[in-house]
């Protein structure tokens, strides 16, 4: 059997939705949920391969996004949520009793810094933006996958109309390199 890469991609990817508002996600435990509402739908949904994004069981891959952090707010349960990785440049709030991720921060100067990462099977609600896009797919081989399979997985994400990339998509690499030009006074701000 193929190996799954995200439930929300092995059988095809369901197009969000234009009009849609937000929701509220929540964590995997049966009791005393961890509860986050987002104000809006999320943008830049990806999969992503690498080794600090949450997974659901079994799959290859976590599905991302980001939403501007004053559109997040913790409306349940908050005091199950831990900093996995304090060192880390996206600070993953994760539940304690469960293990999912609800959302990571970015508090240090970084590009990113204002958006919040969050994972949309949290939620039962539809109409939440699509991936868009596969990225740090070699890191899965960093994390123990056979290399010999990679090109299969290249393949799935291609059939589903995801483009791979092992760093994230061309826009946001682009605006990275902006944002450092600009820091270190190479591009006007
Ligand atoms: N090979 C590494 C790559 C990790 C990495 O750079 N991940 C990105 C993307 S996470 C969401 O798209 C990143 O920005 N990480 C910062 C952080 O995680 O704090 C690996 O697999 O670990
Ligand atoms: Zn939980
Ligand atoms: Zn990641």
Same mark, same amino acid.
């Given at each position: 059997m193929?190996?799954?890469i995200?439930?929300?991609? +092995?059988?095809?990817?369901?197009?969000?939705s234009e009009s849609f508002t937000?929701g509220?996600?929540s964590?995997?435990?049966d009791?005393?949920k961890?509860e986050?509402?987002?104000?809006?739908?999320?943008?830049h949904?990806h999969?992503?391969?690498c080794s600090?994004?949450?997974?659901p @069981?079994?799959?290859?891959?976590?599905v991302v996004? *980001?939403?501007?952090?004053d559109?997040l707010?913790?409306?349940?349960?908050?005091?199950?949520?831990?900093i *996995?990785?304090?060192?880390?440049?996206i600070?993953?709030?994760?539940?304690t009793?469960?293990?999912t991720h609800l959302y990571?921060?970015i508090?240090?100067?970084h590009?990113?810094?204002?958006?919040?990462?969050v994972? *949309?099977?949290?939620s039962s609600e539809k109409?939440?933006? @699509?991936?868009?896009?596969a990225?740090?797919?070699s890191?899965?081989? @960093?994390?123990?996958f056979?290399?010999k399979?990679?090109?299969?997985?290249?393949?799935?994400f291609?059939?589903v109309?995801? @483009?791979?990339?092992?760093?994230?998509?061309p826009?946001?690499? +682009?605006?990275?390199a902006?944002?450092?030009?600009?820091?270190?006074?190479?591009?006007?701000?």
């Amino acid at each position: 059997m193929a190996p799954s890469i995200h439930p929300l991609i +092995d059988n095809g990817i369901t197009k969000g939705s234009e009009s849609f508002t937000g929701g509220t996600l929540s964590c995997l435990c049966d009791t005393d949920k961890v509860e986050v509402t987002l104000g809006s739908n999320v943008l830049h949904n990806h999969a992503c391969g690498c080794s600090k994004c949450w997974k659901p @069981e079994g799959a290859l891959f976590s599905v991302v996004a *980001v939403i501007p952090r004053d559109l997040l707010s913790v409306t349940a349960n908050e005091s199950k949520l831990s900093i *996995v990785d304090e060192s880390a440049a996206i600070q993953r709030h994760a539940c304690t009793g469960c293990g999912t991720h609800l959302y990571g921060r970015i508090e240090k100067e970084h590009p990113f810094k204002g958006l919040d990462f969050v994972h *949309v099977e949290l939620s039962s609600e539809k109409g939440w933006q @699509e991936p868009q896009f596969a990225a740090f797919v070699s890191s899965i081989i @960093e994390q123990g996958f056979d290399p010999k399979g990679i090109d299969a997985i290249r393949g799935k994400f291609k059939s589903v109309g995801l @483009e791979t990339y092992d760093a994230l998509s061309p826009p946001l690499m +682009d605006a990275i390199a902006t944002w450092t030009a600009q820091k270190a006074g190479k591009l006007p701000s």
